[in-house]
């Protein structure tokens, strides 16, 4: 077993460089990256936002596919379906971003697709000796509430869905799939424009673990990549521009989510096209990242504003900072966790294998017990992680973290070294028992510890910058149109503005 501390739900920001255009109006920056190094997006100095990740100008198609797509990948193969969904205005980088447009060749200027479907057949190679794989491979257009196959073998057209289901092509390489991507592409175009429809392509993994007979050893889970329409002027409910209403539907169903377990007959599936054909691949074991491009040129403030509010609206409440973390740390406690994991199990057999048959019940129930504190540790902290703001606090955490996790795992190693050596009888197993509870009691102690000591440093943080935000609000407090009285420093805490409720509708 290994965890993962993204949220399953998180947001990348990609701010794209002025166009020429922008360039020629000598339009200035006004949306940009916060310089602490944080995931935050400030607009125009006086509006913040945090997301999972930002990219500006600098940050590469490589860097975005290695920093939040990589490693979600993998987590196909542990029963989840992932989706990555592109959202925001007309020209602005979506298309670019998710490579929908791919030309063939494989330069550092390819989107996520073409990279995604290469590293994943790279990836089952690496696993076929302990599993075989299907992988198929659809590509449709949502145009106007209506679906269109575009992987049917049908002239240049794309075909309207009448009928039966869609076509899914079997695909053995990366190279099969983006000469699909290309065909389909292509198809796309044909009737409007790319930026009215929306366009999926999905990739459905079988994978069957080889020796496995059970009935849980195949897994089937579909990678999809969503190029949305744009966003921008539109209301919902005009006949004349429906494929956006999908847009005011995927804003729903995310929004939904984000507060948190809510019955599948709850989340508004059914508003759209979009979404009725999403449905599995957004809830349940789901892994969404919605990359929400946007200008960084004061001409479009007013319209990224609105993709920043729509994408802040899918997070999670509680786990709004969700920052990123640092990919060796991510790696080693994943590791150590999968250690544990396998000497618990293997403690668990070697108990079984000494213990009295009316002994063996009470340290079976035991070591369940430790195994369920041991889980509900790792969790507690992935909570802490994911609810801490400060890259370095995180980062002592995780580092001190793995000191604990390497002392426990060679705790349990010592154990089972002994236990082999000296061929102990159940009081033995017992005591061995009660020394592991020991170290999960120390190791839940100092977790709980360092739960107190952010929960007290976040509390200081969040005064000093109420203080400092209702002294600046007093010496320029004009400026906002407001009684500099009317409301207690308590009230000036965050920088997020919260946007009105109709933030899917453009009442202009
Ligand atoms: N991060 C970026 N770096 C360099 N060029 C970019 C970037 N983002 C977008 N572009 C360029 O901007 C132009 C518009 O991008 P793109 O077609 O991807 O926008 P879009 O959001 O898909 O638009 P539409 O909604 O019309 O489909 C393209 O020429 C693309 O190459």
Same mark, same amino acid.
């Given at each position: 077993?290994?965890?993962?501390f993204?949220?399953? @739900?998180?947001?990348? !920001?990609? $701010?794209? #460089?002025?166009?020429?255009?922008? =360039?020629?109006?000598?339009?200035? &920056?006004?949306? /940009?990256?916060t ?9 125009d ?13 600098r ?9 939040c797509?990589q490693?979600r ?32 060749? @494989?330069?550092?200027? !390819?989107? $996520?697709? #073409?990279?995604?479907?290469?590293? =994943?057949?790279?990836?089952?190679s &690496?696993?076929? /000796? ?14 106007q509430e ?10 240049n ?9 869609l ?16 065909r ?12 009215e ?7 459905t ?14 897994t ?48 508004p ?24 491009c ?27 900072p969700g920052?990123?973390?640092?990919q ?25 294998a ?26 507690e ?5 994911i ?6 606090v995180?980062?002592?955490i ?21 236990q ?9 197993v ?48 004009g ?19 919260q ?10």
């Amino acid at each position: 077993m290994s965890h993962f501390f993204d949220t399953p @739900m998180s947001v990348a !920001v990609r $701010l794209r #460089p002025m166009n020429s255009m922008e =360039l020629e109006c000598k339009s200035s &920056t006004a949306v /940009k990256r916060t310089p602490d190094g944080l995931p935050h997006v400030s607009v125009d100095f006086h509006e913040s936002f945090a997301f999972n990740y930002v990219f500006d100008q600098r940050d590469t198609q490589k860097d975005l596919f290695e920093a939040c797509v990589q490693t979600r990948l993998k987590r196909l193969l542990q029963g989840f379906d992932v989706t990555i969904l592109a959202y925001g205005q007309k020209g602005c980088g979506k298309t670019y971003t998710m490579g929908t447009d791919f030309n063939g060749v @494989m330069d550092d200027k !390819v989107g $996520l697709i #073409p990279r995604a479907v290469h590293y =994943l057949f790279q990836y089952i190679s &690496t696993l076929k /000796k302990s599993y075989t794989f299907r992988v198929s491979c659809s590509f449709v257009k949502i145009y106007q509430e209506e679906l269109f196959d575009l992987l049917l073998p049908r002239n240049n057209l794309s075909s309207r869905l009448a009928g039966p289901g869609l076509t899914e092509l079997e695909v053995s390489s990366a190279q099969e799939v983006t000469d699909h991507l290309m065909r389909g592409f292509a198809k796309r175009a044909v009737g409007e424009k790319p930026s009215e429809s929306h366009s999926i392509l999905t990739l459905t993994l079988v994978a069957r673990k080889l020796g496995g007979g059970g009935p849980t050893s195949e897994t089937t889970t579909k990678l999809n990549f969503v190029d949305l329409a744009a966003s921008g002027c539109w209301i919902f409910g005009n006949d004349a521009d429906r494929s956006k209403g999908g847009l005011v539907a995927l804003g729903n169903v995310l929004n939904t989510l984000a507060y948190g377990e809510i019955a599948p007959e709850y989340i508004p599936y059914g508003q759209s096209l979009l979404t009725s054909l999403l449905q599995d691949s957004l809830g349940g074991r789901s892994i969404r990242l919605l990359i929400a491009c946007v200008s960084s040129s004061d001409a479009n403030v007013s319209e990224t504003m609105r993709t920043l509010r729509f994408a802040d609206r899918t997070l999670p409440v509680m786990k709004k900072p969700g920052l990123r973390l640092d990919q060796q740390h991510e790696d080693d406690v994943s590791r150590l966790k999968d250690i544990i994991q396998q000497l618990s199990g293997e403690l668990l057999r070697a108990i079984q294998a000494v213990a009295k048959p009316d002994d063996r019940q009470r340290l079976e129930d035991r070591a369940k017990n430790l195994e369920k504190k041991n889980l509900k540790l790792h969790q507690e902290l992935e909570q802490i992680l994911i609810d801490t703001a400060d890259a370095d606090v995180r980062g002592g955490i995780l580092a001190k973290h793995i000191v604990q996790s390497k002392t426990h795992v060679r705790r349990i190693m010592t154990m089972l070294g002994l236990q082999r050596q000296q061929e102990p009888g159940p009081q033995s197993v017992q005591s061995e028992g009660n020394q592991l509870l020991q170290t999960l009691v120390e190791l839940n102690r100092i977790v709980s510890d360092t739960t107190g000591q952010l929960r007290a440093r976040d509390n200081l943080y969040l005064q000093t910058h109420s203080q400092q935000s209702w002294q600046q609000f007093n010496n320029g407090g004009g400026d906002f149109g407001l009684e500099a009285n009317a409301a207690g420093p308590e009230d000036h805490v965050s920088t997020q503005q919260q946007g009105n409720d109709e933030y899917y509708y453009d009442s202009a």
